[in-house]
Structure formats: structure tokens, C-alpha cells
């Protein structure tokens, strides 16, 4: 192992209680997305205390840290995000969360972690390097509503960036593993909202009333029932209504009814179908129950596509420090999106998942019981420095 390596993984290691202490106030002060000014405040201060160049942008919600900020450098960029999901924290820890209703369920506090992990190591070994490492860290907010990744770019976070690495935590996974994929990782995904708006009236009689209710339930059966039927059986689709509202009352049939949902598919060419899909069927309920039915569509996330090359570097740097036994191929997409997408239609880049469990019941992602095996912190923050320096040469 070259001096430079060494060196990467003796300051990590040297620092590790440190970044169980990051962590932790992280995963203790969680913040929702669009309100993460006191995670950008702290995370800040600790750049600061390194003695280590930051820009706050987006109005104090978003940082860029680093070697290299400016628009003429090639700098490789960390991203972390940092927002968390109102979901109540229900572990019996010291570090749960302290805000009723929020808190860090994806993982968020420890990506933010590991990147400044890197950082501080990047920047204590930066004499050793053989050759210019210019390098950035991105901590954006946002990432969990599909706008953060966006923001940044719009901000300026990824100019003069050659490439872009980030890891997301995997509770499907234990502790010490590593898994990645070449090519499409992410699908597209695409929210949508339902607005179904009929005539209320007296529960008893129905007959008078034109039940939103009624239709909504058609509707959500019928996309589950006919959206497979209708797209070829070889592309990957999945709909679902995540949430509906409507009414206030067992005896009184409202007069409106809002579905929430959202598309995954793994290209736009597939998502047009499904929209026109949608809307179609809408009409149908529509004349069948005599309620107008109108739907509306978000920009979307696009899919994330790991670059070949980058993607064979960062299993390297992952091979290098938790062993090539340890590193595994992802055979198909995921269907879940990440807003990583935002920054690869400006620098090709890769996204790996880093195993985070340890026991074979661990609690999933978005789970109110999540959390992690800290061990991930250092092993997270040595893939990372290390893919910075591989990918710079």
C-alpha cells in the first residue's frame, strides 16, 4: 500500500470519534427538506474549525467545500445530502432524534459524515498525493423532495467539476460491504397529483351525489389493474398512490378527493406512456362516475447512470479498503430515484452503495426505526478520499 493511502486511512481512523460525534448531533437535530439551515450552519462551522475553504449557497441551505472552487479548476466532487423525512424517530438511543416527527430515516446525517470524513483527510494528506488532486465536497438540501441536486447546479456547485462520486447507505447490506453498477442505477421518477371532484351529499342516499370517494377507489384499482396490461411486460413500471385525502365525516360523502402518486420507470420514452395511460383511465372513471378527474404532473428526477470508467475506479478505492471479496455487482436498476441524477447531466460521475447492517433484521430505509452500524462512517469516508485521488490522476 503507497504512502498516500496509508496516510487516507490512518487520519480517518485517527478522527473516527470525531465523526461518530458528527453523526450523531446530525442524526439528533434532523431537518426536513427546504428548512436545512442549522445542518448547513453546523457542517459550516466544522469545515471552518479545519481550517478549510466553503461557500454557503442557496441562501444558507447548501455548502461547496475544497481545494478547488472555482469555475477554471477539474475538480472531483463529494456530494452529500442532508435533509431529513418526517417520519418520528422511535429507536431508544441517546442520538434519536429531538424534533417530533423528523428525523434522519435515509441516512442523510451519515452521507454528510463521510464526506467531511474525506474532506479533512483529503486535505491533511494533500503533500503526499503523487499527482494535483483538486477536489470539491457538495453537502446540498433538498434531496429527499427531488430538488437539492438541481438547486446546487443552479448555483454554481458543479462548475469546473470533471467528475462526481457519492454514496448512499444500504440497510439490505451488511457492514464492510460495498455494491455498484455500471450504467442505468436509479429509475426516472415522476410525482403526480389527482384532484377527483364530484357532488356531496347525506351518506344514506347516494343516488343524490356524484361520490369522489367512489371514483377514487375505481381509479386506484384500475391503474393497478391496467398499467401492467398496457406497457410491454419487458420494461420496468411502477405506480403507486402514496397517499389520498378526502372527507371528514363517516355519515357525509365528500365533494372532493386528492390522490398523491408517483411513476418509476427506467426511461422517458416508457413515463410518456404511463402518463397518457393515466389520463386516459381518468376519463374513463370520469364519465362513469360523474365526477371531473384532473391530473398534474412534476418535472421529475431523472434516472441515475453511473459512468463505466468512473464506476471501475470507485470499485477499486472500494476494493482497496474493504477487500475485493467484499464488493459486489448490482444486476439490475433499483426502481427508487435520487436526485444524484441532477448533477451527471453536468459531470459524469457514480453513485455505490455502502452496507450498513449488522444482524440479519435490519431496519429498511424510511423506517422509523432506521439507523446504522457507525463502523460504516470511516469505511464510507475512505472509499470516498480514496476514489477522489484515483479519479483526479
Keep these: 500500500m503507497s504512502d498516500w493511502r496509508l496516510a487516507i486511512d490512518e487520519h480517518i481512523d485517527a478522527i473516527s470519534d470525531r465523526l461518530l460525534g458528527i453523526r450523531r448531533h446530525l442524526h439528533s437535530h434532523p431537518e426536513p427538506s427546504r428548512e436545512e439551515f442549522e445542518s448547513t450552519r453546523y457542517l459550516g462551522n466544522q469545515l471552518l474549525a479545519a481550517g478549510l475553504p466553503y461557500k454557503i449557497l442557496l441562501e444558507g441551505r447548501g455548502i461547496i467545500a475544497g481545494s478547488s472552487l472555482s469555475a477554471e479548476g477539474r475538480a472531483v466532487a463529494l456530494r452529500a445530502d442532508m435533509d431529513a423525512l418526517r417520519i418520528q424517530d422511535r429507536k431508544e438511543v441517546a442520538y434519536r432524534s429531538e424534533r417530533a416527527g423528523v428525523m434522519h430515516a435515509c441516512g442523510h ?51 469546473g467539476v470533471r467528475s462526481i462520486v457519492a454514496l448512499h447507505v444500504a440497510p439490505e ?61 419487458r420494461d420496468a413500471v411502477v405506480v403507486t398512490f402514496g397517499a389520498i385525502a378526502g372527507g371528514t365525516s363517516s355519515n357525509v360523502i365528500p365533494d372532493r378527493v386528492t390522490l398523491r402518486g408517483t411513476i418509476r420507470t427506467l426511461g422517458h420514452a416508457t413515463a410518456a406512456k404511463v402518463r397518457e395511460r393515466l389520463l386516459q383511465i381518468a376519463g374513463g372513471v370520469a364519465e362513469a362516475t360523474l365526477c371531473f378527474i384532473d391530473l398534474s404532473f412534476s418535472i421529475g428526477t431523472d434516472a441515475v447512470v453511473n459512468d463505466t470508467n468512473i464506476s471501475d475506479l470507485c470499485r477499486q478505492a472500494a476494493e482497496e479498503v474493504v477487500g475485493i471479496d467484499q464488493v459486489e455487482s448490482i444486476p439490475l436498476p433499483s426502481m427508487g430515484a435520487e436526485d444524484f441524477s441532477g448533477y451527471l447531466s453536468q459531470a459524469p460521475g457514480c453513485l455505490l452503495r455502502l452496507g450498513v447492517a449488522s444482524g440479519e433484521r435490519w431496519p429498511a430505509l424510511h423506517s422509523p426505526d432506521f439507523d446504522i452500524d457507525e463502523r460504516a462512517l470511516a469505511l464510507g469516508a475512505k472509499i470516498l478520499a480514496r476514489s477522489a485521488v484515483l479519479l483526479a490522476r
Excluded: K, N
Excluded at 371532484?197 to 344514506?204: F, P, T
Design 109 to 159: 446525517d451519515a452521507h454528510s459524515t463521510m464526506v467531511l470524513g474525506a474532506a479533512l483527510a483529503l486535505q491533511q494528506c494533500d503533500d503526499l498525493f503523487p499527482w494535483p488532486v483538486p477536489w470539491r465536497a457538495i453537502f446540498q438540501p433538498a434531496e429527499e423532495v427531488g430538488e437539492g441536486a438541481l438547486q446546487m447546479v443552479a448555483a454554481g456547485a458543479v462548475e
Design 173 to 233: 447490506l451488511q457492514v464492510g460491504r460495498v455494491a455498484l453498477r455500471r450504467g442505468v442505477m436509479t429509475a426516472f421518477c415522476q410525482e403526480f397529483d389527482v384532484t377527483i371532484r364530484g357532488v356531496g351529499g347525506h351518506a344514506a342516499r347516494p343516488h343524490l351525489t356524484h361520490d369522489p370517494i367512489a371514483a377514487s377507489a375505481q381509479y386506484i384499482s384500475s391503474i393497478y389493474q391496467l398499467i401492467p396490461r398496457s406497457i410491454d411486460s
